[in-house]
Nanobody, 118 residues
């Protein structure tokens, strides 16, 4: 499984960005997908996840109401719509995948930089 994240950039506080994660796998619909992020000097942290069934989503508390995770299985792509961005959202955002019913996130994209200016 190869994951390619894109859509990052520089945005002012209060602005929006939409990240995409394209997966090169035949059975994309059988993978849970997630976004993580890592700010400078900090550990990687969970942002949001969407189940392989496309029916369950879960967010970190700080992202609830501002971020929306979604997926299009026909396009083998996952998205993260980020609204009301804050400077503390600045980080490298990584997409991850795991085979359904697994616990560990086995596959990772290369990351896309999001910078929010105040």
């Amino acid at each position: 499984v190869q994951l390619q994240a894109s859509g990052g950039g520089l945005v002012q506080a209060g602005g929006s960005l939409r990240l995409s994660c394209a997966a090169s796998v035949r059975t994309f619909s059988t993978y849970d997908m997630a976004w993580f992020r890592q700010a400078p000097g900090k550990e990687r942290e969970f942002v949001a996840t969407i189940s392989w069934t496309n029916s369950s989503t879960y967010y970190a508390d700080s992202e609830k109401g501002r971020f929306t995770i979604s997926r299009d299985n026909a396009k083998n792509t996952m998205y993260l719509q980020m609204n009301s961005l804050k400077p503390e959202d600045t980080a490298v955002y990584y997409c991850a995948a795991r085979v359904r019913f697994s616990i560990r996130w086995n596959y990772w994209g290369q990351g896309t930089q999001v910078t929010v200016s105040s």
